[in-house]
């Protein structure tokens, strides 16, 4: 059963725990998320992202999603990760992802809140829910550096849209750590925790350690987001001919 992630996020808020948010990227990776959900009984978060649009299109990423998302025996969010595309974003929106997030956060705040408000009254208007990101959670292995979110620019940032939930740069950045695991900012995820009223997401959630993301998850976050850790364990697996 596909759902929207609005109620999810929320029951995860109000209870201190995250929900895994996993990118796929082909068949194999869909039906190993869904049978690890399935096993756990527990919903889970299936993401699509813009960036991996040379991996797999979003028109056959929906086939995939709606195809094992519709059968699956737990509930299954199909997200739309990292639209920066506002086009794009809406089509998606339109086409059967019941989830998307619109990211803007590389511009600067007047046009992130523009293009998110724009985004965001569309998927309302279907019911879907929307993510959006203010400060920037960048990638380890490219000059796309992480800028930390102020508490006051979430606070109006999340007002100003209404989105439903909101990525946090906290100390994660996206990909494989040069060393050891990242330096979270606990006390600035518990001010913005204590400022921002809606959900909270980690992105970046890759070989993070389990003891900052459960204490992440304590402090305020809903949504940890896993692709790097995946990819890597599939690509090892094919490498050994397991798969
Ligand atoms: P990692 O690849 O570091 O796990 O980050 C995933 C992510 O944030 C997807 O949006
Ligand atoms: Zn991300």
Not at 55 to 79: C, N, Q, R, T, W
Request: charged share 25%; net charge negative.
């Amino acid at each position: 059963m596909i759902i929207n992630s609005k109620d999810l996020l929320k029951q995860a808020q109000n209870h201190a725990f995250a929900f895994p948010h996993f990118n796929f990227w082909d068949s194999n990776s869909i039906r190993a998320d869904i049978a690890a959900a399935e096993k756990l009984q527990l919903p889970v978060i299936l993401a699509w992202a813009q960036k991996h649009s040379s991996e797999i299109g979003i028109e056959d990423a929906l086939m995939l999603g709606k195809f094992y998302g519709s059968k699956a025996k737990v509930p299954v969010v199909l997200h739309l990760d990292h639209g920066t595309d506002p086009e794009l974003v809406k089509w998606g929106a339109k086409n059967g992802f019941s989830s998307v997030m619109i990211d803007e956060s590389d511009k600067d705040f007047d046009e992130n809140v523009r293009i998110t408000k724009d985004v965001t009254k569309l998927a309302h208007s279907l019911g879907l829910s929307v993510e959006a990101e203010i400060g920037h959670v960048g990638d380890n292995n490219s000059e796309d550096h992480s800028k930390y979110t102020e508490v006051d620019a979430a606070k109006r940032f999340a007002k100003l849209t209404s989105v439903d939930s909101l990525a946090v740069s906290i100390g994660t950045s996206h990909g494989v750590y040069k060393a050891g695991t990242p330096q979270i900012n606990f006390d600035r995820l518990q001010d913005l925790k204590s400022n921002v009223k809606i959900p909270l997401v980690l992105h970046g959630g890759s070989s993070s350690g389990d003891a900052n993301l459960t204490k992440a998850a304590e402090f305020g976050i809903t949504k940890v987001n896993i692709y790097t850790d995946l990819a890597n364990t599939s690509l090892k697996a094919a490498t050994e001919k397991k798969i």
